[in-house]
């Protein structure tokens, strides 16, 4: 059994006041997932959301919320603001997260997660990631700079990640 950290502040998140009830439900499906996991970024295919939640749940994956983002053809969940509740404060944690990660499809969520990482937990813990987790990261990086160099999320996950 997993343990996540429900925040009563998510009632002060104008993100999630903006979310009509079915959505904040949905959201607190996603914290409390069983595939949930240390990093908030998970696989969840949207047939096993319809079999947990309702016929159709699964078309508040693609909802226009800062509160998770989804890539349908991994079938990846993030829940970006997952870590200011639940900071990796030491190399256990980092080990955990990449427990957490291991496994997962490439995906260019993985950009934002790094980008959370960056803005809620300590960056010089950055270094302690597995390497296939920065690779895929810096490979998906790259691929978005390519369409659009001015990406501001891939520039600074490139910059955090160019020494490791």
Sequence with gaps: MRYTVLSNEIWQDDAFLDLDRDNKLFYYYLLSSPNGNAAGMFRQS?????????????????????????????????????????QAKNARQIKGLNNALKGLPETPLLIDFFCAFYKYSDVSLIKLFDDWITRATKAEALRIMEKDPRNRKAILVTTLLQDI
């Excluded at 991994?74 to 970006?80: D, G, K, M, N």
């Design 46 to 86: 949207e047939k096993i959301i319809n079999r947990d939640m309702w016929e159709g749940a699964s078309e508040m994956l693609y909802a226009d919320t800062k509160l998770w983002k989804y890539d349908p053809e991994a079938s990846v969940v993030l829940i970006p603001n997952y870590l200011k509740y639940n």
